[in-house]
């Protein structure tokens, strides 16, 4: 069943299939939760606020409309509303990216050296993006990590789809500049090679 399907369904009265909505996304969204919070050392919260995620969603999936937005686009929206607003209350505004979900993925042709030195450059990466405003954060993890289009991070940011191209423009180039001094003239994506979530 697609997700339109299961949100008719679902609607209509089979609340049970929710279920099936929740795992399709659980694992994402979690991770997303878990990237906002980590700065703020509120990580442990990351399990309640998916939770509370799903559940406001569940409340409001009969408003939800498909013209409006993909499920997952409203579910994203509604994952960094919800983060943004306990960040509110922890007077922690600060969002970066969880460390521990990008480690880059162990390569059987790459000699140990090249190994370590991959990964000593993913923490500098993270780090880089760490340093970015908030919102060209987001996009740019909903974009180099997520994989979403620029329509939909666009919906989930409540930001036009040229003011999330800027964004992004600005987040890149501010990752390059940081991160010119340690790799030189590399190009704009290079530094997030082997950092996708898998």
Known sequence: MTDSQLIREIKDG?????????????????????????????????????????????????????????FSTWLYTIARNTVLSELRKSKAANVSLDEAGFEPLASPDLAPEQQLLRNERMTMVRDAINNLPEKQRSALILREYDQLDYQEIASILGQSVSSVKSLLFRARASVKTQLEPYFGGMTSMEPFEGMNIR
């Open 14 to 70: 089979n609340v049970d299939l929710y279920s099936e909505l929740m795992s399709r996304y659980q694992r994402k969204i979690m991770a997303f939760i878990f990237h906002m919070l980590k700065s703020s050392k509120l990580e442990l919260l990351a399990e309640d606020l998916c939770s509370e995620t799903f559940y406001k969603a569940y409340r409001s999936l009969h408003s939800f409309r498909e013209m409006d937005a993909s």
